[in-house]
């Protein structure tokens, strides 16, 4: 499981810096990959199951989550 959630976080790190360069007009992904390719779609649908896999799995494996729940402040 470990190796899901840092492959899964290393995806969405790379989709926020991509959205980063988004917003300046450059998009990576195409760039490298190509703008209407098979492997690009596969790159976004990636990243977003990651995205969706880390917010469900998050409380779990957040030490700050599961320290702040166990206090009783969450």
């Known amino acids: ?14 989709g926020g810096l991509n959205w980063l360069l988004e ?3 450059y ?11 098979m492997l ?4 976004y649908i990636l990243v977003g199951l990651s995205a969706v ?3 469900v799995t998050h409380k779990s494996s957040c ?3 599961v320290s702040a729940s166990a206090e009783g402040q969450m």
Do not use: D, Q, W
């Open 1 to 14: 499981m470990k190796a899901l959630h840092m492959v899964s976080f290393v995806l969405v790190i790379v």
């Open 23 to 25: 917003a300046f007009g």
């Open 27 to 37: 998009n990576l992904v195409e760039k490298l990959l190509g703008e209407t390719s």
């Open 40 to 43: 690009t779609k596969l790159v």
């Open 53 to 55: 896999l880390l917010v």
């Open 63 to 65: 030490k700050h989550c």
